[in-house]
C-alpha cells in the first residue's frame, strides 16, 4: 500500500521518533509511506478552546493537503495519535459545517474515513497483529482517552504488544482513568490535573514496568513529566517506537522535554 504519513504538529516538533517510528514500521512491512509537506495543525487545539473561527483555515489546510487520498493517489491516511485522528473524525466536518462550508465539510469527512490511528492501521486495514518486533522489556500500556472513548480502538494496542517477541506485559491497574492532561485542561485546571496524574504514575510504578506505552505522546508527555520528577527511573514510549524495535534496531529511550525541564 501507499501510505501518507500524518505526523501530528505536536509529534514532528517535540517528538519526532513516534513519527519516524512509524515510517520504518510500516516500511519493513513492505508499504510506501510518503509526507506531504504542507500538512500542519489539525486544528484540535482551536477547536477544544472554542476558537472555531480560527480552527477553520487550519482545517481547510489540513484537507487540502490529505485530499489526494480521495483521488487513490494514497490508500490511506495515518496518524501516530488516537487524538489527532479523532479530530479529524468529530470535529472538521463539523466546524466546516458549522460556518456554512458545505464542501469542506463533505471533503473533510471523506478524508477522515481514510485516516486512521496505527494500531486501527495495522489490525483492521492491513490485517497484521505480529509485526515482527522485538522488545525484551517489562511495558504497561495506558489507552489514552481519545483513543479509548471517540476512537474506541479497544484491544487493537494490546493485542500488537501481545505478539512483540521478549515483551512482558503488566496490567495497569485503572488503565482507563484519565491522566489529566486533556490538552488545555491541564492548564485550565492545574491542581485537578496534578492529582490526576499523580494518580496514574501511582498506578505505573506499582506494575514494576519499565517502560510505559501508549498511543499519544499528548499523554505520555504529560506522564513523563511526572513520572521524572518523582525519580521514577520508569520510561516511556510511543506504540510505533515498540512496534518498530528488533533485535538490529533496538529501541532507545528518548529524553523528552519534560525529563529535560525535570532536571
Avoid at 217 to 237: D, K, P, Q, W
Wanted: charge should be negative.
Amino acid at each position: 500500500m501507499r501510505i501518507a504519513l500524518f505526523a501530528t504538529c505536536l509529534n514532528e516538533v517535540m517528538f519526532p521518533h513516534a513519527p519516524a517510528a512509524t515510517v520504518r514500521l510500516l516500511e519493513r512491512l513492505g508499504h510506501e509511506v510518503v509526507f506531504p509537506e504542507k500538512q500542519a495543525c489539525c486544528g484540535q487545539m482551536h477547536v477544544n478552546t472554542g476558537y472555531y473561527g480560527q480552527a477553520l483555515p487550519v482545517i481547510r489546510n489540513h484537507v487540502r493537503t490529505f485530499a489526494p487520498v480521495l483521488d487513490g493517489e494514497w490508500d490511506a491516511v495515518v496518524a501516530p495519535s488516537g487524538s489527532c485522528v479523532a479530530s479529524a473524525r468529530h470535529q472538521q466536518a463539523m466546524v466546516a459545517d458549522r460556518a456554512g462550508e458545505d464542501r469542506l465539510a463533505r471533503d473533510a469527512e471523506a478524508v477522515a474515513g481514510h485516516t486512521y490511528e496505527l494500531s486501527e492501521l495495522l489490525v483492521d486495514v492491513l490485517g497484521v497483529t505480529d509485526v515482527g518486533a522485538h522488545f525484551p522489556h517489562r511495558v504497561t500500556y495506558h489507552p489514552t482517552c481519545h483513543s479509548l472513548r471517540l476512537l474506541k480502538v479497544g484491544e487493537r494496542p494490546l493485542r500488537l504488544l501481545r505478539a512483540v517477541a521478549g515483551i512482558e506485559l503488566a496490567e495497569l491497574p485503572e488503565a482507563d482513568a484519565c491522566c489529566g492532561f486533556g490538552g488545555t485542561f491541564a492548564l485550565k485546571n492545574a491542581e485537578t490535573s496534578t492529582a490526576m496524574v499523580s494518580e496514574k504514575v501511582r498506578h505505573v510504578v506499582g506494575t514494576g514496568a519499565e517502560v510505559l506505552a501508549a498511543g499519544d505522546y499528548s499523554c505520555l508527555m504529560n506522564i513523563a513529566g511526572r513520572l521524572s520528577r518523582e525519580r521514577t527511573g520508569v520510561h516511556v514510549a510511543h506504540l510505533a517506537e515498540i512496534l518498530a524495535a528488533t533485535p538490529d534496531e533496538p529501541w532507545r529511550p528518548a529524553t523528552l522535554p519534560a525529563e529535560e525541564a525535570a532536571r
